[in-house]
């Protein structure tokens, strides 16, 4: 498999500039014809940007960043063409876009990325969830935009080797303190790459209140909560742009029976203060739930840690909700705080914001003389036959839910590292080749890469397959049997000969669990058969620690 990469590599023979602005970024290729320019002139201001209005009231802009030498730089707040010290707000180069703020300047600007939202239904800007452009901890040279977070402003069609924008709001706080909503559009001028345009329109500043409506009195209403606005998806069971729907009393969440997402909840035992970050472990999925009523109502898919938020009143039929606050697993594998306010005839009110992903190291004893195994997402082991699980212990046997041993995706790869602490994130390594015209490679080894003159990076994000389970030899005396395990697993321990005594390796195993997310494992201790084991989950969608 091999693809374009829509990220710079500095390597050896590859130039980088420093712009004007101190902001050092390499040049980037896309898709579509290079159009050679002579740099040594720059284009007059004003000659790269045109703007023109749309019916609907908002406007629509089209930048000229043909010349991957040239940043061209744009104030949304006057709808002009500036240079980079007259308080622009927006920059763009090739399929580059950068933001004046953070590494890339001092206006303060920032950005909220709105995936699914509907352009002209946004009105207001949101009141949380924005960022800027960031340091590279791997390349100072490439900074992180945020125009190429969440995988970026535009899909890339390895078959047609074009660009599409893909269906997203930005919201961007700018220079001056005002608020904008924007939507990019295309990239090509006829069959030409470098031409970015983009829709755009004020919107008002977010309200001084977290708290919003949604009326579900009528039948589901489906949130957005990068927004908090209500959204209408187009099939809501494989639709990503909701991460929790109301309806009356019944409560859903974009995972599990209810959606094709990363969507989930857990009961958050403290104050709303009190909760400002989540780990990825206790979140449960949406399952099939009684509806709320008499006996025999009927059955609805439903967020089981939402099924008792409310207190219900026989003399007056009405319901109330509960002072609690819960944690809500959104579409994308983000994490929010949320509580219900009020509640009058269908019509709640809710807070929302976001809280920052903090993962934490989980221990779990595995029992001696029995298969013991561990589901990662609810941290528990497995109480039945039946349950789900991703990874198993008897004695020294390890076996993960895939191959021989499962009907999921596991499987195990071992680290170089000698402590969890030292794994940070899955290597999905791949073979760069700039001759080849930016191409990343994932079909290839590393020794390979190295002789074809490619440069082996995990910034090429290539799929890593973990090794499934087989039908291993039972430890011990020749002649004792079979047993479906992971082989990689397998190494986790030393044994001694003479003294009969199994330890522990300083390894780190890195596990994809049922359902494809991933864990990093350590064994610490062996004693009477009864291991133990020191892990951290990423979560679902997540490939870094």
Same mark, same amino acid.
């Given at each position: ?216 009195? @009528? ?5 957005? *909560?990068?927004?908090?606005?209500? =959204?209408? &998806?187009? #099939?809501?069971?494989? $639709?990503? +742009? ?109 807070? @929302? ?5 903090? *993962?934490?190291?989980?221990?779990? =004893?595995? &029992?001696? #003389?029995?298969?013991? $195994?561990? +589901? ?170």
């Amino acid at each position: 498999m091999r693809f374009t990469l829509a990220i710079t590599l500095v390597l050896a023979g590859c130039s980088t500039e420093s712009q004007s602005d101190s902001v050092p970024v390499a040049p980037v290729e896309d898709a579509g014809t290079r159009v050679e320019q002579d740099t040594t002139t720059p284009s007059p201001i004003g000659s790269l940007i045109t703007t023109a209005a749309n019916d609907d009231g908002s406007q629509l802009t089209s930048v000229d960043a043909s010349n991957s030498e040239v940043w061209v730089y744009f104030d949304i707040d006057t709808g002009l063409e500036v240079t980079n010290s007259d308080g622009w707000d927006l920059a763009f180069k090739r399929s580059n876009i950068m933001v004046n703020g953070g590494v890339s300047g001092s206006g303060g600007v920032t950005v909220s990325i709105l995936p699914g939202v509907e352009f002209g239904e946004l009105s207001q800007a949101p009141a949380s969830g924005y960022r800027t452009d960031e340091e590279n901890p791997d390349d100072a040279n490439n900074p992180d935009l945020v125009f190429a977070a969440d995988g970026g402003w535009y899909d890339y069609d390895v078959s047609t080797h074009t660009l599409t924008a893909r269906d997203q709001v930005y919201v961007v706080a700018t220079t001056d303190g005002a608020w904008f909503k924007l939507k990019m559009d295309t990239y090509y001028r006829g069959e030409e790459g470098g031409y970015p345009t983009f829709n755009w329109a004020s919107v008002e500043a977010p309200a001084d209140s977290p708290s919003f409506p949604v009326d579900a009195s @009528a039948g589901w209403a489906y949130v957005n *909560l990068d927004a908090n606005v209500v =959204v209408e &998806p187009t #099939d809501p069971a494989t $639709d990503t +742009n909701w991460d929790i729907a109301f309806n009356e009393a019944q409560i859903q969440t974009n995972g599990g029976t209810s959606g094709s997402a990363f969507g989930g909840a857990q009961l958050f035992t403290g104050t709303w203060e009190e909760l400002i970050s989540s780990d990825s472990v206790g979140y449960s999925v949406d399952t099939s739930l009684p509806i709320p009523g008499p006996p025999g109502a009927g059955d609805f898919s439903g967020s089981p840690a939402f099924a008792d938020w409310y207190d219900y009143d026989f003399e007056t039929h009405t319901l109330s909700p509960k002072e609690v606050v819960f944690m809500v697993r959104a579409s994308d594998g983000d994490y929010f705080k949320l509580r219900i306010l009020g509640y009058d005839s269908g019509v709640y009110t809710v807070e @929302a914001e976001p809280v920052t992903r903090e *993962l934490q190291t989980h221990e779990t =004893v595995f &029992p001696a #003389d029995e298969w013991s $195994d561990l +589901n990662f997402a609810s941290g528990e082991l497995a109480e039945s036959s039946e349950a789900s699980w991703d990874i198993g212990i008897n004695g020294v046997q390890c076996r993960t839910n895939g191959g021989t041993s499962g009907d999921g995706q596991a499987g195990a790869l071992v680290s170089e590292a000698a402590s969890l602490d030292d794994v940070s994130e899955i290597p999905r390594s791949g073979c760069y080749f700039l001759a080849k015209g930016h191409i990343c490679e994932c079909d290839i080894t590393a020794q390979e890469c190295t002789e074809q003159q490619g440069a082996w990076t995990p910034q090429c994000a290539c799929d890593v397959e973990p090794t499934a389970d087989s039908m291993l030899p039972i430890p011990g005396p020749p002649g004792a049997g079979e047993y479906s395990g992971n082989s990689v697993l397998g190494s986790w321990y030393d044994y001694d000969p003479v003294t009969h005594v199994v330890s522990p390796k300083a390894a780190v195993f890195i596990v994809r669990d049922a359902s494809g997310s991933w864990a990093k494992v350590q064994f610490t201790d062996y004693t009477d058969g009864a291991v133990t084991a020191s892990w951290v989950w990423a979560g679902p969608g997540r490939f870094d620690f």
